[in-house]
């Protein structure tokens, strides 16, 4: 089965930047498309991010759009997050995920990473 692998997380003060990778273990169809989501404890996932791997078309929520770019590297099947201008507000576990489609619904996507901790101090 698919497999994605989160990377990049760590602490970071507040304006600084992290760079977020995810690797698929598998070829992406053309058809779909890779996000970034992140869930802050005992909160729900929430979208930040989409790319579609066909045309890298992106997709932003209004707190990444700025701030965030989203982007894929076709011939190593791995989606990428640089977050700039980072804010306390953006602490959470940033998780990958695979879907049809460019959605902000977390039951459009069938294929999750383990997630990886992003933390923002003050």
């Known amino acids: 089965q698919v497999q994605l692998v989160e990377s990049g997380g760590g602490m970071v003060q507040a304006g600084g930047s992290l760079r977020l990778s995810c690797r698929s273990s598998e070829r992406p169809y053309s058809s779909h498309v890779m996000a970034w989501f992140r869930r802050a404890p005992g909160q729900e996932r929430e979208f930040v991010a989409a790319?579609?791997?066909?045309?890298?078309?992106?997709y932003y929520s209004d707190s990444a759009k700025g701030r965030f770019t989203i982007s894929r590297e076709r011939a190593d099947y791995t989606v990428s997050l640089q977050m700039d201008n980072l804010k306390p507000e953006d602490t959470a576990v940033y998780s990958c995920?695979?879907?049809?489609?460019?959605?902000?619904?977390?039951?459009?996507?069938?294929?999750w990473g383990q997630g990886t901790q992003v933390t923002v101090s003050s």
């Open positions: 995920a695979v879907g049809t489609s460019p959605s902000h619904n977390v039951r459009d996507y069938f294929r």
């Open positions: 790319v579609r791997w066909s045309n890298g078309l992106t």
